[in-house]
């Protein structure tokens, strides 16, 4: 079964502290991998994308990571910052086509002062 | 430009009523997609659009129906609404896919819909 899992489903950090979330993945064949970004009452925003042969890829403080072998993928954030609080959601793609996007279901990230 | 446009923001609706959410965007986007938000779950899609006059099923079509007469707009319509389609629906829409495997996809800010 084609599948996303993120972990952990939600974290509190302080604010300047990084952290990083997990994705895995079952879904088969792989096209690229999505991060986004959602802020409450809002739609996602993509961050970055990346296809089987890059294995990492920066947006500003977010650094996402790619090991197609393991079908694993993490997101970094650096020097957090209150902006930051958001729901991160991983998406697969298991073909070219935006209707072969499998979501995972976010993990809600609160950065406290 | 304004992006990708949903209306309206909220909308609560009896069992049995009819509705149309709107969207539209205006990036000359060939692609546009609808989706719904549920709490634990995954976004999942409804239907999808590669082009005016061409629409298919997603993942999740039952109670909906979509046209595309023009590239701008992708309306979703709930033909009877059910307490099982209490969610939040988001319209994206992004290029052409044929081809491009890293195209970026927009979505809309989203229609928090309850049915009583």
């Known amino acids: 079964k084609n599948q996303v899992e993120q972990s952990p489903q939600s974290l509190i950090i302080l604010e300047g502290k990084n952290c990083t979330l997990q994705?895995?993945?079952?879904?088969?064949?792989?096209?690229?991998l999505r991060w986004y970004k959602q802020d409450t009452g809002r739609g996602p925003v993509s961050l970055t994308i990346?296809?089987?042969?890059?294995n990492t890829k920066s947006n500003g403080r977010y650094t996402a990571t790619l090991d197609a072998d393991t079908k694993q993928s993490s997101l970094h954030i650096t020097a957090s910052q209150l902006s930051d609080s958001a729901s991160y959601i991983c998406?697969?793609?298991?073909?070219?086509?935006?209707?072969?996007?499998?979501f995972g279901t976010g993990t809600r990230l609160l950065v406290s002062p | 430009n304004a992006g990708v446009t949903q209306t309206p923001k909220f909308q609560v609706l009896k069992t049995g009523q009819s509705m149309t959410l709107q969207c539209a965007q205006d990036?000359?986007?060939?692609?546009m997609s609808w989706y719904r938000q549920d709490p634990g779950m995954g976004l999942r899609l409804i239907h999808y659009?590669?082009?005016?006059?061409?629409?298919d099923q997603g993942e999740v079509p039952n109670g909906y129906n979509v046209s595309r007469s023009t590239t701008e707009d992708f309306p979703l319509r709930l033909l009877s609404a059910a307490p099982s389609q209490t969610s939040v629906y988001f319209c994206?829409?992004?290029?052409?896919?044929?081809?491009?495997?890293?195209?970026?996809?927009?979505f809309g800010p989203g229609t928090r819909l309850t049915v009583l």
């Open positions: 994206a829409s992004s290029r052409a896919t044929s081809g491009i495997r890293t195209d970026t996809q927009y």
């Open positions: 994705c895995n993945y079952t879904v088969s064949p792989f096209s690229n």
């Open positions: 990346m296809t089987f042969s890059e």
């Open positions: 998406v697969v793609s298991r073909d070219t086509g935006f209707q072969k996007l499998v």
């Open positions: 990036m000359n986007h060939e692609y």
């Open positions: 659009s590669v082009g005016a006059g061409i629409t």
